[in-house]
């Protein structure tokens, strides 16, 4: 491991200098926890398809995709053209605009659940208001989640994501909130319905990813059936969290790739194009809780009210070229991104093995993650079991720090493919981690 540790701080130089400066006028140097990691982060300047490059000069193959936004890899040309063009128009004006109806029309189109859309500026907003909009509709208080699922830092979601489960997940959250967040085993589709019972009567709904980002293992289509029936039949509310699934496993997303439709559904990242997006879709009636012309009243009104840049043409731009693209090439880059990823994942996999480590990759489509179990075999089936029986420190500095070595920037032992990713990427993924697992397996 020293050996890696002085290639990794001989490669950045540079970007150890800048995170120093960093730390001294950024909590912790940062702007989002995801974006560091020990020892310290390297700095992006350009990013193009597959790659990207650090402020001393190193070339990465990107995995991350800035957070899994960027499908169509970095700054494609269609976006990057047509938002030159916009910009010539002026930026955020504040007011209605032509771009987010064309792109509001485009998600009815796409999402089978939208029937009416609202757009916010983050995945953290779209899900609160979702929250919201679940509760001011039935009338009721609970939500319940998945251990170790990730909705965005929003205080009504904040809720066990991290190991120790049993410790709150911030200071400055009101103990008492937490009564009405509570949780459901992932994939457990007896253990989901006791939940579900047992909250019956004051259940707002259950919010769920369909290939929880914490693992990317995703849920199996009966237990996700099984939500469905549960919650129609206590009078709840089905939502999915489609922020990173959406417009990726599927154009439909996680909803049209395993055919079951949720009362509402939350968006952001892909459908950004690289811009900031949240967005709320979901059931016309549901949507219109928050309608002002149909519930003049504010005690009778979900309020999703706020967000300066909600809406901005700049964003409503990238994110209707980007969805645009999408739709008009679904035929191929779906199927592609699917090839990629399983055959990344088989690779991975098996490198590990040849080199006598225990390791799982999961995923769906063009996502995946590594995970090493703290026990040989054990069997890692949900989030809760990454978080608690595998070895992060393997994962997050090891095989990341010894991948960035050799030219490939993983998170969390994995991330997203893009269709920018060669043969000669994928090549060079597997052909690294055979390395670095032959460094971890010695
Ligand atoms: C599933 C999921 N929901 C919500 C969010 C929050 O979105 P944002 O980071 O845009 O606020 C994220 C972000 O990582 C996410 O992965």
């Not at 953290?124 to 679940?134: D, G, H, K």
């Not at 008492?176 to 085993?185: A, W």
């Not at 480590?357 to 949900?382: H, M, W």
Request: with cysteine.
């Amino acid at each position: 491991m020293e050996e890696v540790l002085e290639r990794y701080r001989g490669l950045s130089r540079q970007s150890e200098a800048l995170f120093k400066r960093a730390e001294k006028v950024m909590p912790g140097g940062i702007s989002h926890s995801y974006r560091y990691y020990w020892p310290y982060p390297v700095y992006s300047v350009r990013a193009k398809g597959s790659k990207f490059w650090d402020l001393d000069g190193n070339e990465y193959v990107d995995l991350w995709m800035a957070h899994y936004a960027r499908i169509t890899g970095h700054a494609p040309d269609f976006i990057i053209d047509g938002l030159a063009q916009k910009l010539s128009e002026g930026l955020h004006v504040g007011m209605v605009n032509q771009y987010e109806v064309e792109f509001a029309e485009m998600l009815c189109d796409i999402i089978p659940c939208a029937k009416k859309v609202r757009f916010c500026c983050t995945g953290t907003e779209a899900t609160m208001y979702a929250i919201r909009l679940a509760r001011g509709y039935t009338e009721r208080k609970v939500i319940l989640k998945i251990e170790g699922g990730w909705h965005g830092p929003n205080s009504n979601l904040i809720y066990k994501i991290n190991t120790p489960l049993e410790h709150g997940e911030s200071l400055g959250l009101l103990p008492e909130m937490s009564k009405y967040t509570k949780t459901i085993p992932f994939n457990d589709i007896k253990g989901a319905i006791e939940a579900i019972k047992e909250d019956a009567g004051d259940l707002a709904g259950v919010i769920i990813e369909p290939v929880p980002g914490t693992g990317f293992i995703p849920a199996d289509v009966h237990y996700l059936e099984a939500l469905r029936e549960e919650t129609l039949r206590v009078g709840a509310l089905l939502i999915f969290d489609e922020i990173i699934t959406g417009f990726r496993v599927s154009l439909g997303g996680a909803q049209e790739e395993f055919g079951i439709e949720p009362d509402l559904c939350t968006l952001g990242k892909v459908a950004g194009g690289g811009m900031p997006m949240g967005i709320v879709v979901g059931r016309g009636d549901i949507m219109d809780m928050c309608n002002h012309m149909k519930r003049p009243n504010k005690w009778e009104r979900v309020n999703i009210g706020g967000g300066t840049f909600s809406g901005t043409p700049i964003a409503m731009t990238a994110g209707l070229l980007q969805l645009r693209y999408l739709k008009e090439n679904a035929n191929w880059i779906y199927s592609k991104l699917k090839e990629m990823g399983e055959r990344v994942r088989r690779g991975v996999e098996e490198a590990f093995r040849q080199n006598g480590i225990d390791a799982q990759c999961n995923g769906y489509g063009s996502l995946y993650q590594v995970t090493f179990p703290l026990q040989k075999d054990a069997e890692i089936r949900s989030p809760r079991d990454i978080l608690e029986r595998t070895d992060s420190r393997k994962r997050d500095v090891e095989y990341k720090l010894g991948m960035m070595n050799e030219g490939i920037f993983v998170v969390k032992g994995g991330g997203a493919l893009s269709t920018e990713h060669s043969e000669e990427d994928i090549e060079k993924i597997i052909r690294a981690t055979q390395k670095v697992a032959k460094e971890m397996g010695s």
